[in-house]
Protein backbone atom coordinates (compact mmCIF):
# COMPACT_ATOMS: atom_id res chain seq x y z
CA UNK A 1 0.00 0.00 0.00
CA UNK A 2 2.85 2.41 0.96
CA UNK A 3 4.39 1.78 -2.33
CA UNK A 4 1.61 2.60 -4.15
CA UNK A 5 1.13 5.81 -2.70
CA UNK A 6 5.33 6.94 -3.46
CA UNK A 7 4.44 5.57 -6.93
CA UNK A 8 0.92 7.90 -7.44
CA UNK A 9 2.18 10.52 -5.68
CA UNK A 10 5.39 10.88 -8.09
CA UNK A 11 3.23 10.51 -11.15
CA UNK A 12 1.06 13.42 -9.84
CA UNK A 13 3.86 15.42 -9.02
CA UNK A 14 6.24 15.07 -12.03
CA UNK A 15 6.96 18.36 -13.45
CA UNK A 16 7.34 16.96 -16.84
CA UNK A 17 5.23 18.07 -19.42
CA UNK A 18 3.37 15.10 -19.90
CA UNK A 19 0.11 15.06 -22.28
CA UNK A 20 -1.43 13.65 -19.12
CA UNK A 21 -1.18 16.75 -17.04
CA UNK A 22 -3.55 18.55 -18.82
CA UNK A 23 -5.93 15.26 -18.50
CA UNK A 24 -5.72 15.46 -15.25
CA UNK A 25 -6.69 19.38 -15.19
CA UNK A 26 -9.70 18.79 -17.70
CA UNK A 27 -10.71 15.33 -15.10
CA UNK A 28 -10.95 17.90 -12.08
CA UNK A 29 -12.69 20.70 -14.35
CA UNK A 30 -15.46 17.30 -15.17
CA UNK A 31 -15.63 16.86 -11.51
CA UNK A 32 -16.05 20.34 -10.41
CA UNK A 33 -18.33 21.18 -12.86
CA UNK A 34 -20.58 18.23 -12.35
CA UNK A 35 -20.90 18.60 -8.58
CA UNK A 36 -21.20 22.42 -8.63
CA UNK A 37 -24.26 22.02 -11.36
CA UNK A 38 -25.86 19.07 -8.87
CA UNK A 39 -25.59 21.20 -5.52
CA UNK A 40 -26.77 24.70 -7.47
CA UNK A 41 -30.47 22.33 -8.89
CA UNK A 42 -30.62 21.45 -5.31
CA UNK A 43 -30.48 24.62 -3.83
CA UNK A 44 -32.83 26.27 -7.07
CA UNK A 45 -35.31 23.58 -6.39
CA UNK A 46 -35.64 23.82 -2.81
CA UNK A 47 -35.45 27.67 -3.21
CA UNK A 48 -38.64 27.20 -5.94
CA UNK A 49 -40.46 24.19 -3.85
CA UNK A 50 -40.98 26.00 -0.34
CA UNK A 51 -41.01 29.75 -1.61
CA UNK A 52 -44.30 28.56 -3.76
CA UNK A 53 -45.49 26.63 -0.43
CA UNK A 54 -44.82 29.40 1.71
CA UNK A 55 -46.96 31.76 -0.68
CA UNK A 56 -49.01 28.21 -0.66
CA UNK A 57 -49.82 28.62 3.28
CA UNK A 58 -50.30 32.70 3.64
CA UNK A 59 -54.12 31.58 1.76
CA UNK A 60 -54.47 28.14 3.08
CA UNK A 61 -53.25 25.66 5.59
CA UNK A 62 -51.22 23.01 6.00
CA UNK A 63 -54.69 21.20 7.16
CA UNK A 64 -58.23 21.70 7.31
CA UNK A 65 -61.11 20.35 9.38
CA UNK A 66 -64.48 20.77 8.64
CA UNK A 67 -67.88 18.67 8.19
CA UNK A 68 -68.35 16.40 5.96
CA UNK A 69 -71.20 17.75 3.22
CA UNK A 70 -72.54 17.61 -0.40
CA UNK A 71 -72.00 21.26 -0.63
CA UNK A 72 -69.02 22.35 -3.17
CA UNK A 73 -69.31 25.85 -3.09
CA UNK A 74 -67.75 28.36 -0.91
CA UNK A 75 -70.81 28.45 0.81
CA UNK A 76 -69.73 26.48 3.61
CA UNK A 77 -71.84 24.56 6.40
CA UNK A 78 -71.44 25.90 9.90
CA UNK A 79 -69.11 23.54 12.28
CA UNK A 80 -69.87 24.15 15.94
CA UNK A 81 -68.10 26.38 18.35
CA UNK A 82 -66.69 22.76 20.40
CA UNK A 83 -63.97 24.10 22.58
CA UNK A 84 -62.80 20.20 23.54
CA UNK A 85 -61.83 19.57 20.11
CA UNK A 86 -60.09 23.05 19.89
CA UNK A 87 -58.42 22.24 22.40
CA UNK A 88 -57.46 18.82 21.91
CA UNK A 89 -56.13 19.57 18.57
CA UNK A 90 -54.09 22.89 19.82
CA UNK A 91 -52.18 20.74 21.97
CA UNK A 92 -50.93 18.04 19.73
CA UNK A 93 -46.88 18.36 19.61
CA UNK A 94 -46.50 18.70 16.27
CA UNK A 95 -49.60 21.59 15.61
CA UNK A 96 -48.43 25.62 15.82
CA UNK A 97 -51.69 27.27 15.57
CA UNK A 98 -55.37 26.09 14.91
CA UNK A 99 -57.35 29.18 13.59
CA UNK A 100 -61.13 29.50 13.43
CA UNK A 101 -62.13 30.07 9.42
CA UNK A 102 -65.19 30.86 7.01
CA UNK A 103 -65.64 30.72 3.58
CA UNK A 104 -67.91 33.59 2.10
CA UNK A 105 -69.07 34.12 -1.98
CA UNK A 106 -69.30 37.87 -2.17
CA UNK A 107 -69.29 40.79 -5.32
CA UNK A 108 -67.35 43.70 -4.18
CA UNK A 109 -68.42 46.93 -5.82
CA UNK A 110 -65.83 50.44 -5.70
CA UNK A 111 -66.85 53.86 -7.47
CA UNK A 112 -66.02 52.53 -10.91
CA UNK A 113 -65.47 48.78 -10.88
CA UNK A 114 -67.08 45.34 -9.61
CA UNK A 115 -65.70 41.78 -8.57
CA UNK A 116 -66.44 38.32 -8.22
CA UNK A 117 -64.66 37.20 -4.88
CA UNK A 118 -64.27 34.74 -1.98
CA UNK A 119 -64.04 36.35 1.35
CA UNK A 120 -62.34 34.44 4.08
CA UNK A 121 -63.60 35.05 7.64
CA UNK A 122 -60.35 35.11 10.09
CA UNK A 123 -60.77 34.89 14.10
CA UNK A 124 -58.92 37.61 16.29
CA UNK A 125 -56.89 34.88 17.05
CA UNK A 126 -55.45 34.61 14.10
CA UNK A 127 -51.29 33.31 12.67
CA UNK A 128 -50.48 35.94 10.81
CA UNK A 129 -46.79 34.53 10.54
CA UNK A 130 -47.29 33.46 6.76
CA UNK A 131 -49.80 35.66 5.63
CA UNK A 132 -47.26 38.51 6.75
CA UNK A 133 -44.24 37.43 3.96
CA UNK A 134 -46.70 38.85 1.40
CA UNK A 135 -48.12 42.18 2.56
CA UNK A 136 -46.85 44.91 0.22
CA UNK A 137 -49.20 47.47 1.51
CA UNK A 138 -50.90 48.40 4.77
CA UNK A 139 -51.32 46.10 7.64
CA UNK A 140 -53.31 42.67 8.75
CA UNK A 141 -56.28 43.15 10.30
CA UNK A 142 -57.66 45.15 13.92
CA UNK A 143 -59.04 42.32 15.87
CA UNK A 144 -60.56 45.04 17.84
CA UNK A 145 -62.27 46.25 14.51
CA UNK A 146 -65.00 44.32 11.99
CA UNK A 147 -65.19 46.78 9.90
CA UNK A 148 -61.78 46.07 7.35
CA UNK A 149 -60.79 43.87 4.57
CA UNK A 150 -57.47 43.07 2.52
CA UNK A 151 -56.92 42.52 -0.97
CA UNK A 152 -54.53 41.38 -3.00
CA UNK A 153 -52.65 43.69 -5.79
CA UNK A 154 -54.92 42.09 -8.41
CA UNK A 155 -57.97 42.71 -7.15
CA UNK A 156 -57.38 46.30 -5.66
CA UNK A 157 -56.20 47.05 -9.65
CA UNK A 158 -59.36 45.87 -10.95
CA UNK A 159 -61.34 47.53 -8.34
CA UNK A 160 -59.14 50.84 -8.77
CA UNK A 161 -58.59 51.26 -5.42
CA UNK A 162 -56.33 51.43 -2.55
CA UNK A 163 -55.07 51.46 1.39
CA UNK A 164 -57.60 53.86 2.93
CA UNK A 165 -60.46 53.13 0.55
CA UNK A 166 -63.58 52.49 1.40
CA UNK A 167 -65.39 49.65 -1.31
CA UNK A 168 -68.73 47.75 -0.99
CA UNK A 169 -69.23 44.40 -0.33
CA UNK A 170 -72.43 42.74 -1.66
CA UNK A 171 -73.31 39.12 0.16
CA UNK A 172 -75.02 36.77 -2.37
CA UNK A 173 -78.10 35.70 -0.35
CA UNK A 174 -81.82 35.99 0.09
CA UNK A 175 -81.76 38.43 1.17
CA UNK A 176 -79.30 39.90 -0.01
CA UNK A 177 -76.72 42.00 2.23
CA UNK A 178 -74.26 44.64 1.88
CA UNK A 179 -71.51 46.44 3.65
CA UNK A 180 -69.23 49.26 3.78
CA UNK A 181 -65.38 47.81 4.45
CA UNK A 182 -62.30 50.02 4.77
CA UNK A 183 -59.08 48.58 2.96
CA UNK A 184 -56.40 48.52 5.57
CA UNK A 185 -53.60 45.92 3.45
CA UNK A 186 -52.49 44.73 -0.08
CA UNK A 187 -50.62 41.40 -0.43
CA UNK A 188 -48.99 40.08 -3.56
CA UNK A 189 -48.40 36.17 -3.27
CA UNK A 190 -47.60 36.37 -7.48
CA UNK A 191 -50.16 32.84 -7.04
CA UNK A 192 -52.42 34.04 -9.38
CA UNK A 193 -55.32 31.26 -8.78
CA UNK A 194 -54.79 32.72 -5.45
CA UNK A 195 -54.77 36.40 -5.95
CA UNK A 196 -57.60 36.93 -7.83
CA UNK A 197 -60.18 34.66 -5.08
CA UNK A 198 -59.36 35.89 -2.06
CA UNK A 199 -59.64 38.65 0.11
CA UNK A 200 -59.33 38.59 3.83
CA UNK A 201 -61.87 40.14 6.56
CA UNK A 202 -63.43 39.68 10.40
CA UNK A 203 -64.79 36.01 11.19
CA UNK A 204 -67.27 37.91 13.23
CA UNK A 205 -68.38 39.94 10.12
CA UNK A 206 -69.27 36.77 8.28
CA UNK A 207 -70.89 34.80 11.06
CA UNK A 208 -73.19 37.91 11.48
CA UNK A 209 -74.22 38.15 8.06
CA UNK A 210 -74.56 34.07 8.03
CA UNK A 211 -76.89 34.25 11.60
CA UNK A 212 -74.30 31.94 12.57
CA UNK A 213 -74.86 31.68 16.71
CA UNK A 214 -72.26 30.70 19.54
CA UNK A 215 -69.38 30.94 17.83
CA UNK A 216 -70.27 29.36 14.61
CA UNK A 217 -66.90 29.04 12.05
CA UNK A 218 -66.28 27.20 8.41
CA UNK A 219 -63.22 25.08 9.32
CA UNK A 220 -60.06 25.23 11.01
CA UNK A 221 -57.02 25.91 9.54
CA UNK A 222 -54.67 24.25 11.57
CA UNK A 223 -50.76 25.04 10.91
CA UNK A 224 -47.92 22.35 11.82
CA UNK A 225 -44.36 23.34 13.04
CA UNK A 226 -43.03 20.55 11.07
CA UNK A 227 -44.80 19.83 7.56
CA UNK A 228 -42.84 16.44 7.63
CA UNK A 229 -45.00 15.23 10.31
CA UNK A 230 -48.46 15.88 8.60
CA UNK A 231 -49.43 11.96 8.53
CA UNK A 232 -48.85 11.96 11.59
CA UNK A 233 -50.65 15.17 12.79
CA UNK A 234 -53.63 14.25 10.49
CA UNK A 235 -54.08 10.48 12.43
CA UNK A 236 -53.86 12.21 15.06
CA UNK A 237 -57.05 15.06 14.21
CA UNK A 238 -58.95 12.02 12.85
CA UNK A 239 -58.94 10.70 16.33
CA UNK A 240 -59.38 13.52 18.17
CA UNK A 241 -62.95 14.66 15.81
CA UNK A 242 -65.94 12.63 15.30
CA UNK A 243 -66.60 10.71 12.38
CA UNK A 244 -69.01 14.10 10.65
CA UNK A 245 -65.80 15.53 10.31
CA UNK A 246 -63.21 15.01 7.32
CA UNK A 247 -59.03 16.46 7.82
CA UNK A 248 -57.97 17.47 4.14
CA UNK A 249 -54.17 17.85 3.73
CA UNK A 250 -52.89 20.76 1.53
CA UNK A 251 -51.79 18.23 -0.70
CA UNK A 252 -55.50 17.48 -1.56
CA UNK A 253 -56.72 20.94 -1.29
CA UNK A 254 -54.21 22.44 -4.14
CA UNK A 255 -53.00 18.49 -6.03
CA UNK A 256 -52.01 20.71 -9.29
CA UNK A 257 -49.13 22.56 -7.36
CA UNK A 258 -47.99 19.50 -5.79
CA UNK A 259 -47.81 17.31 -8.54
CA UNK A 260 -46.10 20.79 -10.46
CA UNK A 261 -43.39 19.76 -7.58
CA UNK A 262 -42.91 16.17 -8.60
CA UNK A 263 -42.55 17.25 -11.95
CA UNK A 264 -39.54 19.10 -11.26
CA UNK A 265 -38.44 16.50 -9.23
CA UNK A 266 -38.59 14.49 -12.19
CA UNK A 267 -36.65 16.45 -14.18
CA UNK A 268 -33.97 17.60 -11.96
CA UNK A 269 -33.44 13.56 -11.58
CA UNK A 270 -32.80 13.48 -15.38
CA UNK A 271 -30.42 16.00 -15.11
CA UNK A 272 -28.24 14.74 -12.52
CA UNK A 273 -28.11 11.25 -14.33
CA UNK A 274 -26.93 13.06 -17.29
CA UNK A 275 -24.20 14.98 -15.36
CA UNK A 276 -22.91 12.31 -13.86
CA UNK A 277 -22.84 9.70 -16.83
CA UNK A 278 -20.91 12.65 -18.73
CA UNK A 279 -18.74 12.79 -15.41
CA UNK A 280 -18.03 9.38 -15.66
CA UNK A 281 -17.54 9.07 -19.26
CA UNK A 282 -14.94 11.93 -18.62
CA UNK A 283 -13.39 10.48 -15.52
CA UNK A 284 -12.72 7.09 -17.78
CA UNK A 285 -11.01 8.44 -20.61
CA UNK A 286 -8.72 10.42 -18.27
CA UNK A 287 -7.96 7.39 -16.35
CA UNK A 288 -7.23 5.56 -19.67
CA UNK A 289 -4.77 8.05 -21.18
CA UNK A 290 -3.03 8.08 -18.11
CA UNK A 291 -2.63 4.20 -18.49
CA UNK A 292 -1.38 4.61 -21.78
CA UNK A 293 0.95 7.26 -21.38
CA UNK A 294 2.16 5.02 -18.07
CA UNK A 295 2.58 2.13 -20.23
CA UNK A 296 6.66 1.49 -19.56
CA UNK A 297 6.34 2.45 -15.84
CA UNK A 298 3.47 -0.39 -15.69
CA UNK A 299 5.75 -3.29 -17.85
CA UNK A 300 8.51 -2.59 -15.54
CA UNK A 301 6.56 -3.12 -12.82
CA UNK A 302 4.61 -6.25 -13.97
CA UNK A 303 8.59 -7.23 -14.67
CA UNK A 304 9.92 -6.70 -10.96
CA UNK A 305 7.07 -8.81 -9.88
CA UNK A 306 4.11 -5.82 -8.78
CA UNK A 307 0.94 -8.14 -8.68
CA UNK A 308 -2.03 -6.24 -10.90
CA UNK A 309 -3.90 -5.50 -8.09
CA UNK A 310 -1.16 -2.89 -6.76
CA UNK A 311 -0.57 -1.07 -10.22
CA UNK A 312 -4.21 -0.99 -10.36
CA UNK A 313 -4.65 0.73 -7.04
CA UNK A 314 -1.52 3.30 -8.26
CA UNK A 315 -3.85 4.54 -10.51
CA UNK A 316 -7.36 4.28 -8.52
CA UNK A 317 -5.52 6.77 -6.09
CA UNK A 318 -4.81 9.03 -8.43
CA UNK A 319 -8.35 8.97 -9.49
CA UNK A 320 -9.06 9.88 -6.13
CA UNK A 321 -6.87 12.74 -5.66
CA UNK A 322 -8.91 14.13 -9.12
CA UNK A 323 -11.86 13.88 -7.63
CA UNK A 324 -11.25 15.24 -4.73
CA UNK A 325 -9.89 18.31 -5.70
CA UNK A 326 -12.65 18.38 -8.17
CA UNK A 327 -15.53 18.14 -5.36
CA UNK A 328 -13.26 21.09 -3.62
CA UNK A 329 -13.60 23.19 -7.18
CA UNK A 330 -16.76 22.47 -7.59
CA UNK A 331 -18.27 23.34 -4.40
CA UNK A 332 -16.35 26.50 -4.04
CA UNK A 333 -17.82 27.40 -7.40
CA UNK A 334 -21.50 26.36 -6.66
CA UNK A 335 -21.28 27.79 -2.64
CA UNK A 336 -20.11 31.07 -4.48
CA UNK A 337 -22.45 31.57 -6.85
CA UNK A 338 -25.65 30.28 -4.68
CA UNK A 339 -24.08 33.34 -2.53
CA UNK A 340 -24.14 35.72 -4.71
CA UNK A 341 -27.75 34.95 -6.41
CA UNK A 342 -28.62 34.79 -2.77
CA UNK A 343 -27.37 38.13 -1.82
CA UNK A 344 -28.27 40.19 -4.74
CA UNK A 345 -30.93 38.19 -6.77
CA UNK A 346 -29.00 38.87 -10.21
CA UNK A 347 -31.05 36.44 -11.71
CA UNK A 348 -34.75 37.80 -12.46
CA UNK A 349 -37.88 35.56 -13.33
CA UNK A 350 -41.58 36.65 -14.64
CA UNK A 351 -43.55 36.29 -11.51
CA UNK A 352 -46.99 35.77 -13.64
CA UNK A 353 -45.17 32.30 -15.29
CA UNK A 354 -42.66 31.39 -11.74
CA UNK A 355 -44.97 32.50 -9.50
CA UNK A 356 -41.51 34.89 -7.68
CA UNK A 357 -39.34 37.53 -9.10
CA UNK A 358 -35.89 35.52 -9.08
CA UNK A 359 -34.68 32.24 -8.94
CA UNK A 360 -34.60 31.46 -5.00
CA UNK A 361 -31.92 29.83 -3.17
CA UNK A 362 -32.53 27.66 -0.48
CA UNK A 363 -29.21 26.59 1.96
CA UNK A 364 -29.51 22.59 2.73
CA UNK A 365 -26.06 21.36 3.72
CA UNK A 366 -27.59 17.62 3.72
CA UNK A 367 -27.74 18.10 0.62
CA UNK A 368 -24.20 19.42 -0.42
CA UNK A 369 -23.05 16.24 1.50
CA UNK A 370 -25.25 14.18 0.28
CA UNK A 371 -24.13 15.45 -3.30
CA UNK A 372 -20.35 15.34 -2.75
CA UNK A 373 -20.87 11.55 -1.25
CA UNK A 374 -22.63 10.69 -3.88
CA UNK A 375 -20.30 11.62 -6.72
CA UNK A 376 -16.94 10.81 -4.89
CA UNK A 377 -18.81 7.15 -4.82
CA UNK A 378 -19.96 7.17 -7.90
CA UNK A 379 -17.29 8.41 -10.06
CA UNK A 380 -14.36 6.42 -8.54
CA UNK A 381 -16.59 2.76 -8.53
CA UNK A 382 -16.84 3.58 -12.36
CA UNK A 383 -13.03 4.36 -12.68
CA UNK A 384 -11.87 0.97 -11.97
CA UNK A 385 -13.35 -0.25 -14.64
CA UNK A 386 -10.44 1.17 -17.00
CA UNK A 387 -7.94 -0.14 -14.65
CA UNK A 388 -8.69 -3.84 -15.31
CA UNK A 389 -7.08 -2.52 -19.32
CA UNK A 390 -3.80 -2.90 -17.01
CA UNK A 391 -4.09 -7.14 -16.54
CA UNK A 392 -3.81 -6.65 -20.88
CA UNK A 393 -0.48 -5.07 -21.03
CA UNK A 394 2.41 -7.56 -21.45
CA UNK A 395 5.93 -6.78 -19.59
CA UNK A 396 7.95 -7.00 -22.51
CA UNK A 397 5.53 -5.24 -25.22
CA UNK A 398 5.04 -2.26 -22.16
CA UNK A 399 8.80 -1.87 -22.58
CA UNK A 400 9.53 -1.52 -26.18
CA UNK A 401 6.02 1.05 -25.98
CA UNK A 402 7.31 4.23 -26.98
CA UNK A 403 5.41 7.49 -26.69
Given at each position: ???????????????????????????????????????????????????????????????????ITLNRSFEETPVPNNSDYFKQAAALPGVKSV??????????????????????????????????????????????????????????????????????????????????????????????????????????????????ENGEYGHLDIYLKDLNRVAE???????????????????????????????????????????????????????????????????????????????????????????????????????????????????????????????????????????????????????????????????????????
Open positions: MKISYFIANRIRNSRGQSFSRVIVRVGILSVAITVSVIVLSFFVLLGFKNTIKEKLFSQTSHIQVSKNRVAYKSVILKSEEEISGVVMKGVDADYDWTEFEKNLTEGRVLNPDSANEIILSTKIAGLLNTGVGESIYVYFIQDPPRARKLTVVGIYDTHVEELDQLYTLTHLSLIQRINLWVKSQLLDIFPQDYKVTLIEELLPHFFEWFKFLDRNIVMIIVLIMIVAAFNMISVLLIMIMERTPMIGLLKSLGAPGKQIRRIFLINSSWIIFYGLLLGNVLALLLAFVQWKFQLIRLDAQNYYMNYVPIEWSWLAVAGVNAGVFILVLLVTVLPTFSITRISPVKALKYKD
